[in-house]
């Protein structure tokens, strides 16, 4: 298979031949003006080099000229095989020169192609049959075998499809250029992804040695939107230290949102894989990543959660065939090395790319045009067993077209996957598409840990290592908090102990978490704060919390019970009920694995200059007093309900004597 300019230019072949019949070219187009003589020989340019997709918009403008031209409409048509939005016409045009197909060396081929993009797989499969009857060389027979295997699995999957709904996510991400490769951390604060359009960085560039040396062509660049408090996704920014003049595309970002890796073609048809890191709000330069660039072809990454392997893409010999998916390991030198291939059960002859491992850390998507492919790349998903991946199965329609579709990632609790493909009711080339949910129904089980780490008082960018503590399931890695926000985000797969140590300077903190009962996906925000020895001698001392245990209602004959029965369902303006689980000057260390299933904790300083962590916010005793019942059958048994009222603390007395509960 041949692409243009780099792996994600969107012009790719089915055959290795776009034979043009100079006879029949003369006897059809002799009588032809001299300016659409000279614009068929442009396209035809196209056509035979396979670019089918730059010949088609010249041949459309001469058969809107000639539409009784079956040598034209049957060279359309072959086109149109490979632009979704024109798929549908490519049959009636290619068989309107039906008459001269014993001329036409591809015809069979092209037709065959016709009926496979539309769904006529028998029919298809009759036609690459009669096409075989050629004398064909060796790759072309092992392509036509292709297609035919391709319309026999789609005949075996037509009632096999993904409950799945797939929504195009619209503007401002994807416009009337191409977008893809969607990308982002585990909390989906933010999308990265690679872009080819009007807004492209230098224009449309001249190529050396092209077809085409006046109208240029787009180059990629890196774009960024972030996500607002409405869940909207902003207008896209070029990422302005990455992207260049030339090809620069995106293909993983960390977990953890703070290493973003790109691809860089250097024109030659090779590609390396370059990492950068995001220092504050800022990404640093592209730097090249060491132990797993060859000569030859690298093209996709991924890490796994605890960022010690990395899966890549490369077409490096030795391999089961085209592109291969490989892993390499971290070493002590933060280079990658022992690469291996992961062998035939995810690799065949054909082409593996785009590979992807879910924060549970077991679960292997990635794009294949072999296996039971139903066109085109398609999208596989394996699971880690025992230390081995299971045998990938297609996820099938509607995720899989007969198009290209690849680059498909899940977010942290599998509601939701993103990918990029070509569809008719695209905004443009390529769009990027949601697909819920993103897992097909499977559960994911893990926790996703975030929060935010400062040093007296100030973000800082610190250390953060996570070690198992069941050597039977290891898992460790080391992260870092982000310099200016000191936000950090870690994910733990589910059936294990962790602890994290939190390091800035010679001060650290630890806390412990359990995912042994973890059975589903869940959130916890954890903030570390560390403190030298003298800014803790100076301000701060721990509170007992017990002196802040609720309210003793007997003084005014109420029972809680009471309290519920009667006020349960009232609504007070500028009252507000939570559940406070500890009150302290400074955070000390707290389980928090006693939070899986609940609101986020909240701190606050009352005027009392008490710090007070509690569980939501809500209108209601009754709505309050169920989160307080989760709280202590998560094992917090000092929880209890506090008020607000206008910003500060109320007793229950002082809300019935005040008159503020009637």
């Known amino acids: 298979m041949k692409i243009l300019l780099s792996i994600f230019i969107l012009i790719q072949c089915a055959i290795f031949y776009g034979q043009i019949n100079i006879d029949l070219k003369e006897e059809y187009t002799s009588n032809w003006p001299l300016k659409d003589r000279q614009k068929l020989n442009y396209a035809d340019k196209y056509f035979s080099n396979q670019e089918y997709l730059f010949a088609r918009p010249t041949y459309d403008s001469l058969y809107k000229r000639h539409k009784s031209n079956i040598y034209i409409s049957y060279l359309l048509g072959s086109c149109s095989v490979y632009d979704s939005k024109y798929q549908a016409l490519a049959e009636p045009l290619i068989k309107a020169a039906e008459t001269i197909k014993s001329k036409l060396p591809d015809y069979d081929y092209f037709l065959g192609k016709a009926y496979l993009v539309n769904d006529k797989f028998n029919d298809a499969v009759l036609q690459f049959e009669k096409y075989k009857l050629n004398p064909l060389n060796k790759d072309t027979k092992i392509e036509v075998d292709h297609q035919i295997a391709i319309c026999k699995s789609a005949i075996a999957m037509e009632n096999k499809s993904a409950v799945a709904k797939i929504t195009n996510i619209g503007p401002p991400i994807n416009t009337s250029g191409a977008e893809y490769t969607p990308l982002f951390p585990s909390n989906e604060s933010f999308m990265v992804f690679t872009y080819r359009g009007e807004k492209s960085m230098g224009g449309k560039q001249i190529l050396p040695n092209r077809i085409d040396m006046k109208n240029g062509v787009y180059f990629e660049d890196v774009m960024i939107a972030q996500k607002d408090q409405n869940g909207n996704w902003t207008e896209p920014q070029p990422i302005n230290a990455i992207n260049t003049n030339g090809h620069d595309a995106v293909v993983h970002i960390s977990h953890d949102g703070q290493r973003l890796f790109t691809y860089r073609n250097v024109g030659v048809g090779s590609g390396d894989i370059y990492v950068s890191k995001l220092d504050g709000l800022n990404w640093g330069a592209p730097e090249k990543v060491k132990g797993i660039n060859s000569n030859f072809w690298e093209g996709s990454v991924c890490l796994s959660p605890d960022e010690k392997n990395i899966y890549f893409s490369s077409d490096r010999q030795g391999g089961m065939g085209g592109r291969d998916i490989y892993v390499a390991q971290l070493l002590a030198d933060g280079s990658w090395g022992n690469v291996k291939n992961l062998g035939p059960e995810i690799n065949t002859s054909f082409d593996e790319d785009a590979p992807f491992i879910h924060s549970d850390g077991k679960t292997l998507f990635f794009a294949s045009t072999g296996h039971n492919t139903i066109g085109g790349y398609d999208i596989f998903k394996s699971e880690l067993k025992q230390g081995k991946w299971s045998v990938p199965y297609n996820v099938g329609k509607p995720v899989n077209t007969m198009q290209d579709d690849k680059f498909y990632i899940v977010s942290s609790d599998g509601e939701r996957g993103y990918y990029s493909t070509e569809k008719k009711d695209?905004?443009?080339?390529?769009?990027?598409?949601?697909?819920?949910?993103?897992?097909?129904?499977?559960?994911?089980?893990?926790?996703?840990?975030?929060?935010?780490?400062?040093?007296?008082?100030?973000?800082?960018?610190?250390?953060?290592?996570?070690?198992?503590?069941?050597?039977?399931?290891?898992?460790?890695?080391?992260?870092?908090?982000?310099?200016?926000?000191?936000?950090?985000?870690?994910?733990?797969?589910?059936?294990?102990?962790?602890?994290?140590?939190?390091?800035?300077?010679?001060?650290?903190?630890?806390?412990?978490?359990?995912?042994?009962?973890?059975?589903?996906?869940?959130?916890?925000?954890?903030?570390?704060?560390?403190?030298?020895?003298?800014?803790?001698?100076?301000?701060?001392?721990?509170?007992?919390?017990?002196?802040?245990?609720?309210?003793?209602?007997?003084?005014?004959?109420?029972?809680?019970?009471?309290?519920?029965?009667?006020?349960?369902?009232?609504?007070?303006?500028?009252?507000?009920?939570?559940?406070?689980?500890?009150?302290?000057?400074?955070?000390?260390?707290?389980?928090?694995?006693?939070?899986?299933?609940?609101?986020?904790?909240?701190?606050?300083?009352?005027?009392?200059?008490?710090?007070?962590?509690?569980?939501?916010?809500?209108?209601?005793?009754?709505?309050?007093?169920?989160?307080?019942?989760?709280?202590?059958?998560?094992?917090?048994?000092?929880?209890?309900?506090?008020?607000?009222?206008?910003?500060?603390?109320?007793?229950?007395?002082?809300?019935?004597?005040?008159?503020?509960?009637?």
Do not use: C, W
């Open 426 to 662: 695209g905004k443009g080339l390529q769009d990027i598409y949601m697909v819920e949910p993103g897992l097909f129904g499977k559960p994911t089980s893990l926790i996703m840990i975030s929060g935010n780490v400062k040093y007296d008082n100030a973000p800082v960018k610190a250390d953060i290592f996570v070690r198992s503590k069941l050597n039977r399931k290891d898992f460790s890695g080391t992260f870092n908090s982000n310099s200016i926000t000191g936000g950090y985000l870690v994910n733990l797969p589910a059936g294990n102990e962790y602890e994290i140590v939190y390091k800035y300077l010679n001060t650290t903190l630890t806390k412990d978490i359990s995912t042994a009962t973890i059975d589903s996906f869940a959130k916890i925000e954890i903030d570390a704060e560390l403190f030298s020895h003298e800014y803790l001698r100076l301000n701060f001392a721990k509170i007992d919390s017990s002196a802040f245990k609720p309210d003793d209602l007997r003084p005014i004959g109420l029972t809680y019970e009471d309290l519920l029965a009667k006020y349960g369902n009232t609504v007070i303006d500028s009252l507000n009920y939570t559940v406070q689980i500890g009150a302290y000057r400074i955070l000390e260390n707290f389980n928090y694995s006693k939070l899986i299933g609940l609101p986020k904790a909240l701190r606050r300083t009352f005027p009392d200059n008490i710090t007070r962590f509690t569980l939501g916010s809500y209108t209601t005793l009754n709505e309050t007093n169920a989160i307080l019942s989760k709280a202590k059958k998560n094992g917090i048994k000092d929880a209890f309900i506090i008020a607000v009222y206008k910003g500060e603390k109320y007793y229950f007395e002082e809300l019935l004597n005040q008159g503020i509960l009637k």
